[in-house]
């Protein structure tokens, strides 16, 4: 018999969760730290709401919260938050420069889709994009604004993700 195949619903980062987890990402690089407070502040939310939030994260062992009360993502939860800003950064360029969705619609679906990519179809996907846009394609060309050629390996793509670099801030 096969093995099961996880489905996207399997899955277990919600798009709340991602949001939570892409905010302490954001923190820790532009400011060095995260606090309940700053998450809080970051995503128009109560601290009630955010603690609840990372009390969950932190049982998936996807957040560490030291002594002095500062969070930080674990490996795992930093390990994720790459896969997805990989994912959305794939999608928000093929939804705009490939298929030809308006800008801000690319933004907004990419977010909403990012999360529930596996690590396998976005090492795919990469591929597809970066042998799409090739100069090596003799048929149709496409191109995009964003050069996927520049990186060897999907996962040389997927370590320079740092937040919202390619995309608009929200």
Excluded: W
């Amino acid at each position: 018999m096969p093995d099961k195949i996880q489905h996207t619903h399997d899955n277990d980062l919600t798009h709340s969760m991602v949001h939570y987890l892409l905010a302490i990402h954001k923190l820790k690089e532009s400011k060095g730290y995260a606090r309940v407070t700053d998450i809080a502040h970051e995503m128009g939310l109560t601290k009630g709401s955010v603690s609840t939030a990372l009390t969950n994260l932190k049982k998936r062992d996807l957040v560490l919260e030291d002594e002095s009360k500062f969070l930080s993502l674990s490996s795992s939860g930093h390990e994720a938050v790459h896969g997805i800003l990989s994912s959305r950064t794939l999608l928000f360029y093929f939804l705009k420069d490939i298929i030809g969705v308006n800008e801000d619609i690319a933004h907004k679906d990419s977010c909403l889709m990012e999360h529930l990519m596996s690590s396998e179809t976005r090492e795919k996907f990469f591929n597809f994009m970066k042998t799409l846009c090739s100069e090596d394609i003799k048929t149709t060309h496409f191109s995009t604004s964003f050069d996927f050629n520049q990186f060897k390996h999907q996962h040389d793509f997927e370590e320079i993700q740092k937040g919202d670099t390619y995309l608009k801030t929200e």
